[in-house]
């Protein structure tokens, strides 16, 4: 069996873990650390070069994307 008393928080944070046998001997710690992000930054899309639109067909000759505001580490 094994119980915990972690709650992860918004931002950084660092778990360490430790095994306690039986006899009542116990591990050194395992640590490990990371980031819980629950906010979600919205893209942002738009063309690289707009050409204008064309006089055959009314759209832009280039249709590249810029994509933008993504989160880093995503």
């Known amino acids: 069996t094994w119980s915990s008393s972690f709650t992860p928080v918004e931002g ?10 039986v006899a009542g001997n116990t591990s050194a710690a395992t640590t490990v650390s990371f980031v819980l992000d629950t906010q979600v930054a919205a893209p942002t899309v738009s063309l690289q070069a707009d050409t204008g639109t064309s006089g055959t067909d009314g759209t832009t000759n280039n249709g ?11």
């Open 64 to 74: 590249a994307l810029t994509i933008g505001s993504t989160e880093a580490g995503a």
């Open 12 to 21: 950084s944070n660092t778990v360490s873990v430790r095994q306690t046998d």
